[in-house]
């Protein structure tokens, strides 16, 4: 990702964007094997383009800009650069890789981020509905 993206706005020169579609838990109750995408139709040869793709897709759906924009904060902004990034790679001078990745992701934010992951793809649906008292949640 580009920390610096001078494309990361609302108005795109590209045809088409695409990018993750971070809101796809919220909005169906579900996650998505493969991922789910969003797709950003941003000139009159993209909208062609889409028509004659969108059959192709295993699941298509029309959102509403603001619900895209929501879904992906690139869409306006690029994405902030983590700290853990910079102490990784000065890391990376200092200590042999092995070392230094198990200290790294070892860190409270990376092993959240592997806790929501691994609760979303390894614990079935109706277990998460029952743990959150009938309600789909994250």
Known sequence: SCYNCRYAKTDRVSDMTIGDYWGSWKKYGKRFTEGISVISVNSANGKELLGIIEERFEFFERIERDEAINSNNNFTHPVKRPAERDFFYRGLNEK??????????????????????????????????RLHGGKNHR
């Open 96 to 129: 042999p890789y092995s070392v230094f990745a198990k200290r790294t992701y070892s860190c409270r934010t990376y092993f959240k981020k592997i806790l929501v992951s691994l609760y979303g793809a390894l614990v079935p649906e109706r277990i998460r509905i």
